[in-house]
């Protein structure tokens, strides 16, 4: 057995056992930081999967900024509610696994363990090589002006799912803002100061690592591993570290300026869409001489609003002060 | 099998495993938290299939267009469960409850 498959055996099988102790620890707060180690884990099986790509997206948004979202949803429903009465259903650490009887338990696990069976057994018996479009999307590779395959793939061969991808993240992010900004209890100026000192000095020394790191991301984007994707997502996360050491917290307010970087994603696929149409060809099928400028252009918007979408989302969702009294949410829910 | 499909095999088997206790997970907890974390698991063991398979193709690199469908979805995961984090909030702000049992709320 060759070092490379001992550590493959071992990652598969820490990705399943760490992946059920995540879903099924005793407490919440063990769940999610399990999460956050099974997030790292999948990082690793990405790398060793060839997907550098999705590695870099992977560690930054999967153990990273799911992991920050998750703790502070926790954060806000493990205090008791202000002014109520506690009830059985806010204690986080209730048992694992009580939504249903015991019957229909047993009856998922078998449905469930048929799924499994069948889903594994089409992954082994899978033919090689398969009917798929890698010959056909690799082919349009070798020849096209960009040449990292992910990118390629998602700014030319299937801009449209990206497109409407990028549609799919504004409205979530809409509706998180929209969700959040119905919460507020009181103005932001009084929210207690979240950072420390050592998150600040930390911050203040890692943010601009983490903007060089994005801008190489999407500069080497077009000819290696890397792209809109990996380095949005450095970006976002460079906006949490802002966010935790509470450094131009004013800055993220809900400007003007946020709400446009909010929406460019899908306005500059709708752009180059309109150009290539009024090109003469179809929507998105940009003229040969164009396609280099125009991924590279898309790719930058592209970045910009992926990496100020994810750090809103996660401001909005940042822990928030909570009023002392109920009755003066209540007023302040009906002004 | 060579060593490389053998390395396949092992984590097409591991992301078939995950996604049947995820499921569990998502249908059989109470508590939203939990439910919420098991579905964004779930989407996890999916992309681990969606690229084990993409290795699996012949030539000198895997195939790019899972690579792309799983890039694009780990930011619709993160957007969509921050979104359902939130409306857990919500729905804990107004019912004091982080679950969808209305018996075990009491009411």
């Known amino acids: ?150 990118t390629v793939v998602l700014l030319d061969l299937r801009a449209w799912d990206t497109f409407l991808e990028m549609l799919v993240l504004l409205l979530a992010a809409l509706g998180t803002l929209v969700l959040k900004a119905r919460a507020i209890h009181e103005p932001r100026a009084i929210a207690p100061a979240l950072g420390s000192e050592m998150l600040d000095a930390l911050a203040r020394r890692l943010v601009p690592l983490m903007l060089l790191v994005a801008g190489y991301l999407l500069w ?65 099928d940009y003229a040969p001489a164009w396609t280099y400028p125009t991924i590279l252009a898309i790719e930058i918007v592209l970045t910009l609003s992926i990496g100020i979408t994810l750090a809103l989302i996660y401001g909005a969702s940042a822990r928030e002060p909570r009023s002392p009294d109920p009755e003066l949410d209540a007023e302040e829910a009906h002004p | 099998m060579s060593g490389a499909e053998m390395s396949i095999a092992m ?27 098991a579905l964004n698991m779930l989407g996890s063991a999916v992309f681990l299939l969606l690229v084990a398979v993409a290795r699996r193709a012949e030539g000198p690199a895997p195939d790019p267009v899972p690579h792309a469908m799983v890039l694009t979805g780990i930011v619709v995961a993160v957007s969509a469960t921050a979104f359902a984090l939130i409306l857990a909030r919500r729905l804990y702000d107004a019912t004091g409850a982080c679950s969808l049992d209305a018996e075990a709320d009491g009411r």
Do not use: C, Q
């Open chain 1, 1 to 150: 057995m060759t070092p490379g498959l001992l550590f493959d055996a071992l990652l598969a099988l820490g990705l399943v056992v760490v992946g059920a102790s995540a879903l099924f620890a005793t407490t919440l707060f063990k769940a999610v930081v399990l999460f956050i180690a099974f997030g790292l884990m999948m990082a690793l099986a990405w790398v060793r999967l060839d997907a550098p790509d999705i590695a870099l997206a992977e560690a930054a948004i999967g153990a990273g900024l799911t992991g920050a979202l998750m703790l502070d949803a926790l954060g806000h429903v493990a205090g008791e509610p202000a002014g109520r009465r506690a009830t059985a259903a806010s204690d986080p650490d209730d048992a694992p696994v009580r939504a249903v009887p015991r019957i229909a338990r047993l009856a998922l696990g078998a449905g469930l363990g048929a799924v499994v069976g069948a889903v594994g057994w089409a992954a082994l018996t899978f033919p090689v090589p398969y009917p798929g479009l890698a010959a056909i999307a690799l082919d349009a590779v070798a020849v096209h002006p960009v040449s990292n395959a992910a």
């Open chain 1, 220 to 284: 080497a984007g077009t000819a290696r591993s890397g792209g809109a994707f990996p380095a949005g997502a450095i970006l976002g996360a460079a906006g949490v570290m802002l966010f935790l050491a509470d450094i131009g917290r004013d800055r993220f307010a809900d400007t003007r300026g946020l709400r446009i970087a909010l929406g460019s994603g899908t306005a500059a696929f709708l752009g180059a869409g309109l150009l290539s149409l009024a090109g003469g060809s179809a929507f998105l």
């Open chain 2, 11 to 37: 984590y097409s088997v591991a992301a078939a495993a995950l996604i049947g206790l995820a499921s569990f997970a998502a249908f059989a907890m109470r508590h939203l938290l939990r439910r919420i974390l």
